[in-house]
């Protein structure tokens, strides 16, 4: 298990740093620390509900910095490696294609749980600065925006295993527009009254990732509590996602030419 | 040690992912404790060929095997060293990060990592450079890190993709020497070139590859070995017509201190030399024309 382990740990480690020197990184970060200074000037147009407003605005922030960070770096993750060959030499070590695209993997979510850390840190600052009341629902929500970054990013290495980093790109952002509205696309389709549209269409709508897993929304506006067993079914629906992902990567990656 | 028995690899590729053979069938054997050369021009297929010794690609046909193993395995690949063509590594990495990075990819200790590093970076001349980030790195002495990664879990075979590519004369000649201070250690070397002069200079073997199919293989002398030396012979004093007239010369060349001529074969030297002294000719020099790799296979 260790001989498996390690490489992995070194690639995931190069990666981090790699991304972390990264000077795009710096930009997105940038920009969500903007937003959340934004929120902030927001709340002060309001009398009530401040605490609100700098959530709001905050979680979107870092919704979209840690998105972003995901998607853009793991789109061009493997593209880049076949490019600069850097990718060969590591696989003419006693590796397989499968703990090189894990490490690389690891090295990316370890950059976004860093990114995440930094803007959840300010947001949490801000809002306990306005007052706001402290509730374990507002850190489960700002934990599942990393956690959805994750499931963004697996798929983004998935495709981009195969694919060209523009396409990668597009397809998860297509994964992030469907996979948010999969409970009203579903409710659209059942109550259709074509049932052969129903048939078909309704497996493959399980096919799309239910993102509105990791979106608490209102329930961490007004600070209420999450149904039970919901932490777990979703980092467990993450996880489901993520795994298969990366191992069919890893099994697309060996059949790559060129 | 290694042995490519009729290795075939094949790329689907264009619109239709019709299927282009890169390689046809190769085979041959690379010896212990030899300098191998693999030669072949640009776009012969010597990097897929690398890639498939090295175990980065399977072939599509055919098999590669190293000391009996075969070369996809990982047991076999803990016993490769590996320099691609124009290495680009993680440019943010010092050179001590690097070496550490393929210790830990190739699953040495850390303590064997550590002890291995000055090492290596001694052997190939880095120590100066070991903490200073590769992006500063020049081209020769990203070669020569490269060679290190290459050498860091402290292999029996080196496989050097076009080693001396891009390099200066004097960072050509470096490696050179390092190529075969490396096999004095008891290494198998394998390297591609293009240029057949590096691989002449320090090769005991040699194959070459043209459009994916061997076009000959064996013992560098074997192709070097002739029955008669050409000389070349310079002279002035002495028109060009009445040299040719000699009827002595393959070629013949003016030049503005008189003229360069070949004679075919090294046991004609003393009669033509004579012939031109009746003539009154003043002889400038006389030199063998060293047969070379180049004649053998172009």
């Known amino acids: 298990m260790k001989t498996f382990l390690k490489p992995i740990y070194a690639i995931a480690r190069v990666t981090f740093q790699e991304i972390i020197l990264d000077k795009v990184l710096y930009n997105f970060l940038l920009f969500a620390f903007l937003l959340i200074g934004v929120s902030y000037l927001a709340s002060q147009l309001t009398f009530i509900g401040q605490d609100r407003v700098i959530l709001d605005f905050g979680m979107s922030a870092i919704n979209l910095s840690c998105g972003i960070i995901g998607v853009f770096q793991g789109a061009g993750m493997i593209g880049r490696e076949y490019e600069r060959r850097t990718m060969f030499v590591a696989l003419a070590r006693p590796i397989s294609r499968l703990q090189f695209i894990t490490g690389k993997f690891l090295g990316l979510i370890a950059v976004l749980f860093l990114n995440w850390l930094l803007l959840s840190g300010t947001e949490l600052a801000l809002y306990f600065s306005l007052s706001g009341a402290p509730n374990e629902t507002i850190l489960y929500g700002l934990a599942f925006l990393w956690i959805q970054a994750c499931v963004l990013a697996a798929f983004a290495v998935f495709f981009s295993s195969f694919t060209t980093t523009s396409i990668s790109v597009m397809m998860v952002i297509g994964i992030y527009l469907i996979g948010n509205n999969v409970d009203p696309l579903r409710q659209v389709l059942e109550k259709g009254k074509v049932e052969w549209v129903k048939t078909v269409a309704l497996p493959l709508v399980s096919l799309i990732p239910n993102l509105s897993h990791f979106n608490l929304g209102f329930l961490v506006t007004y600070g209420l509590e999450l149904p039970h067993g919901f932490v777990w079914r979703s980092v467990a629906y993450a996880i489901a996602w993520m795994v298969p992902l990366i191992v069919c990567a890893g099994r697309l990656l060996d059949r790559r030419e060129g | ?298």
């Open chain 2, 1 to 298: 040690m290694l042995k490519i028995d009729a290795v075939r690899q094949s790329f689907r590729s264009g619109f239709w992912l019709s299927q282009t053979e890169i390689l046809k069938g190769v085979t041959f054997e690379v010896p212990k404790r030899s300098i191998f050369g693999f030669l072949g021009p640009n776009g012969a297929g010597k990097t897929t060929l690398i890639h498939l010794i090295t175990g980065i690609k399977k072939p599509t046909g055919g098999r590669l095997t190293l000391d009996g193993i075969d070369c996809s395995e990982k047991e076999a690949k803990r016993k490769i060293g590996y320099l691609p063509e124009r290495p680009y590594f993680y440019d943010h990495l010092t050179g001590e990060g690097l070496l550490a990075y393929f210790g830990r990819l190739t699953g040495m200790r850390e303590g064997d990592i550590e002890t291995r590093i000055p090492q290596v970076l001694a052997s190939v001349g880095m120590t100066h450079a070991r903490k200073l980030e590769l992006k500063k790195y020049s081209k020769g002495m990203l070669q020569r890190i490269g060679i290190a990664q290459a050498m860091i879990h402290d292999p029996e075979f080196l496989v050097l993709d076009e080693p001396m590519s891009g390099l200066d004369p004097i960072g050509r000649k470096e490696i050179r020497e390092l190529i075969i201070e490396l096999a004095r250690e008891g290494r198998t070397i394998f390297f591609s070139s293009h240029v057949i002069p590096d691989v002449e200079a320090v090769c005991d073997s040699v194959a070459m590859i043209r459009k994916g199919e061997l076009v000959g293989c064996g013992k560098v002398s074997q192709f070097l070995d002739r029955e008669t030396t050409p000389v070349e012979v310079a002279f002035s004093g002495v028109t060009s017509e009445a040299a040719r007239a000699l009827g002595k010369f393959s070629e013949l060349r003016e030049m503005s201190e008189g003229i360069r001529a070949i004679l075919p074969s090294d046991a004609e030297v003393e009669t033509t030399l004579r012939s031109l002294m009746d003539l009154h000719a003043k002889i400038l020099w006389v030199n063998p024309v060293r047969p070379s790799l180049e004649d053998a296979f172009l």
